[in-house]
């Protein structure tokens, strides 16, 4: 293709072109209104970088070709007929591009956001080195805090939320017998406004007075009075944001209008029934943060007083705003991987998940009950007092249903066949761990216990059992489960027993002794800390960089497996669900045949029984024909 | 499995008594705390070790031999235990809940003699005001031991956290509000007033120390902090650290 070919057509070149015109609109639009205003000087940077960080992200998002196809209908341009040449990946190149395919934009999804996982990870890694001992080693107080906001920004917006959107793109067309998502182009956009939200939040580094520093919770006032970092973060947050509730909108038309014939509600697979409710949260409760962010932009920008004491704003607005939807976030979290362990015990238990019409309920209860329990983050923020035992009793209550999905995956494992497989370890390894961190959490509940402990080190560890020994471990579950299907190739196995005994072990190590710490005294987000807490810190350092080095055993798996795994086969854990009854990797359209659903998807142990069924008589399943081919050399 | 259940409950819930979770308990609220925490262990072992056992059993007792292709017993759910292990944690957390309140009751509860002080934080130091003694200010919290203090706290700046550890007092410092927490120090030492809100770059030194001393110490550095402040014109120093 010529160069002025490249630069017209969707792609990097035309991306990279989008560029300096949006510096230019950004410049023209904050110059002009300057002008138009009156305002002295014309050239004001702060002004200027915040609009560039808007209108930046855009014009990659159209140079890239998210919009193409929209653009051109909405111009009344008669529509080029669809050849499906944007849809499937030929080749390692087509996962850079703007792609409809959910299988590709779901591997896109996943590598792109363990990307950010090892980013922040890395930061953790640096806030470790620092803390190992007190006083100031390696890091000022100010880049230390900015390490704490954007580590956890990065692991919640872009890595756990997006890695569990990213699974499930892959698996729930097929796990439904749909040959796609509802809506494929606006799949595409979803995926690429996640790595422009994490660009932003790495850039923050880059901003005069460093990155955002006010924790990934960015409480009012300090947020809207601290330098230009922090306007990176809640523009980011909007274009993360906005990639979620698109992802939520496309599961939920998706689950509720393209199941295969015969799939009812109750005969979905829980992962399906797990993302249609996470999904019901992202779309009502993730407006909320966008809100919480935009009050804190035009604060900084445009000098509304949302949080302006002095002109009658109100501090504690914020807390309650961005509570709202942080503490479904938790929930966002958490339940996909629900979804997953419940995939995964079933089939290596060779047993019904039991209670599969509690489970679900549960799924619901939880939906309903995490918009109840904001408050309990703000226990000691000195909102008015009655609210407080509510919130306790709600967030006490929120047990319940939780621990009837712990107790229903104990039960599917009594008397069940047990296959200790990685993707196994991982589940049950979530189950003990989770529980731990649920046993924090009922703890942090007891408003009596939370006002001693509240940010301190025991937030921190709750958090992290929570969010890695429950959430990361299901990821990892996921990716080990789903591996073959999505490569065509199987991973190692002892590799992949190495990194769960490796993580578990360091872990626990690292995030255990937290609970001490806090009690005793330690508050959260300190660059540095009292001489008796140094002994337990130099502990949790050093097992802290271990865990890190553990991690290394998982890349290395994943990338040598895709590349030279053996080859795998359609169904290696023998399983009843939709996604095994094709190849690995499945055919581009998924489906040659839809499937008709006759039975519940795991009806193990009755002989004969099955899910799915292809009515037309067909042919041996091909071998790969699309989704994922090795990296190329 | 019982057994060993049974073993590692006991094990388990003597070594979470026996660690001394906290720092020491300078105030009448320290002790229904401690107490409270110790309570929420107790069942947190025994699920914990009850998780525990029935994962490790399950994975030794019905691993798959190598070679076993067949599937376990097609069990799809039992009403009775889903509605065991509803009610019961149901009952649990009930139990627990009103246990907090009653403690919670219990420590904010108004108490006569109280004596005020007010605190004001900012970017990154505290400051004590007295406005019972003469409008007193310091930068040294001083208080008479046994004696109900209720603290009238909000900054001049960002949000920080009033925290004393060793009162297990914590409250949020909100700027255009005043926030009132209340306590009754009942041991003499040199305790720790730690910022447990993140405040910006100084966030992480913003300590200063509190002293609960006997009542006749406590008149006696009261009229020298008052006298000093005619002199000298201004706030005692700070206490060196």
Known sequence: ??????????????????????????????????????????????????????????????????????????????????????????????????????KVIGIQYIVTTFFFF????????????????????????????????????????????????????????????????????????????LPTAGILMLASFFADGGAFATGWTAYAPLSTETP?????????????????????????????????????FWRMPLLVWANFTTSLLVVIATPFIAGSQFFVLLDRSLGTDFFNVGANGDVLMYQHVFWFYSHPAVYIMMLPG?????????????????????????????????????????????????????????????????????????????????????????????????????????????????????????????IHYVLFGGSVFTIFAGIYHWFPKMTGRMYDESLGKLHFWLSFVFFNLTFGPMHLVGVDGMPRRVADYAEQFATMNVLISV??????????????????????????????????TLE?????????????????????????????????????????????????????? | MVLYSVIATIVGTVLVLVIDWFPTGASTAAGPIDLLYDVLLVPSVVIFVLVMAVVIYCAVKFRAKPGDLGDGAPIHGSTRLEIFWVTVPFIMVTALAVYGWVVLDDIEAKQP?????????????????????????????????????????????????FWVPQFRLKTDTVPGLTTKIRVTPNREGRYDVVCAELCGIGHSTMRQAVRVVPPGEFSAWRAQAKKQQKTVGGETPPEPE
């Open chain 1, 1 to 102: 293709m010529t160069l002025a070919g490249r630069l017209k057509a969707p792609g990097w070149y035309r991306a990279a072109l989008s560029q300096p015109i949006g510096f230019l609109v950004a410049l023209g639009v904050v110059v002009g209104a300057r002008a138009l205003y009156g305002y002295d000087p014309l050239v004001d940077w702060d002004a200027i970088i915040t609009v560039v960080l808007i209108a930046l992200p855009l014009a990659f998002l159209v140079g890239i070709g998210c919009f193409d196809y929209w653009f051109r209908w909405a111009s009344g341009a008669p529509t080029v007929p669809e050849d499906h040449s944007g849809h499937g990946a030929r080749s390692w190149k087509d996962y850079f591009y703007v792609n409809t395919d959910h």
């Open chain 1, 118 to 193: 090892i980013a922040g990870g890395l930061m953790a890694m640096v806030m470790r080195a620092e803390l190992a001992q007190p006083g100031t080693q390696f890091v000022e107080p100010n880049t230390y805090n900015g390490l704490f906001s954007v580590h956890a920004s990065l692991m919640i917006f872009l890595f756990i939320i997006p890695v569990f959107a990213g699974i499930a793109n892959y698996v729930i067309p097929l796990m439904i017998g749909a040959p796609d998502m509802a809506f494929p182009r606006l799949n595409a956009l979803s995926f690429w406004m």
């Open chain 1, 228 to 264: 230009l970092g922090q306007t990176f973060f809640t523009i980011a947050v909007q274009f993360a944001g906005a990639s979620s509730i698109a992802t939520a909108l496309n599961f939920l038309v998706t689950i509720i209008t393209m199941r295969a014939p015969g799939m009812t």
């Open chain 1, 338 to 462: 629900f979804g997953i362990v419940s995939e995964v015990i079933s089939a290596n238990a060779r047993k019904p998940v039991f209670g599969y019409r509690m489970m679900a309920f549960s799924l619901m209860a939880i939906v309903v009950l995490g918009f109840t329990v904001w408050a309990h983050h703000m226990f000691v923020s000195g909102m008015f007092s009655w609210l407080r035992v509510p919130m306790m009793i709600t967030t006490m209550l929120i047990a319940v249903p939780t621990g009837i999905k712990i107790f229903s995956w104990l039960a599917t494992l009594w008397r069940g066949v047990i296959h200790l497989t990685t993707p196994m370890l991982f589940a049950l390894g979530f189950i003990t761990m989770f529980t731990l961190g649920g046993i924090s959490g009922i703890m942090l509940a007891v408003i009596p216990v939370v006002i001693h402990v509240s940010d301190t080190y025991f937030v921190v560890a709750h």
């Open chain 1, 543 to 576: 097992s802290s960089f271990l865990f890190g080095l553990s991690f290394l055993v998982f890349l290395y798996n994943m990338v040598t497996s895709w590349r030279n795994g053996p080859k795998a086969a359609a169904n290696p854990w023998r399983a009843h």
């Open chain 1, 580 to 633: 095994w009854q094709v190849s690995s990797p499945p055919p581009i359209f998924n489906f040659d045949e839809v499937p008709t659903v006759v039975g519940g998807p795991y009806e193990y142990g009755v002989p004969g029984a099955v899910h799915g069924v292809f009515k037309e008589k067909r042919a041996a399943v091909p071998a790969g024909g699309g989704g994922a081919p090795p990296p190329a050399e």
């Open chain 2, 113 to 161: 003699n109280t004596l005020i002080v007010d605190v004001r934080a900012q970017q990154f130091a505290w400051r004590f005001t007295y406005p019972d003694e003469g409008n007193l200010k310091t930068n040294q919290l001083v208080l008479p031991k046994d004696r109900p203090v209720e603290f009238r706290v909000t900054t001049n700046d960002v949000l920080h956290s």
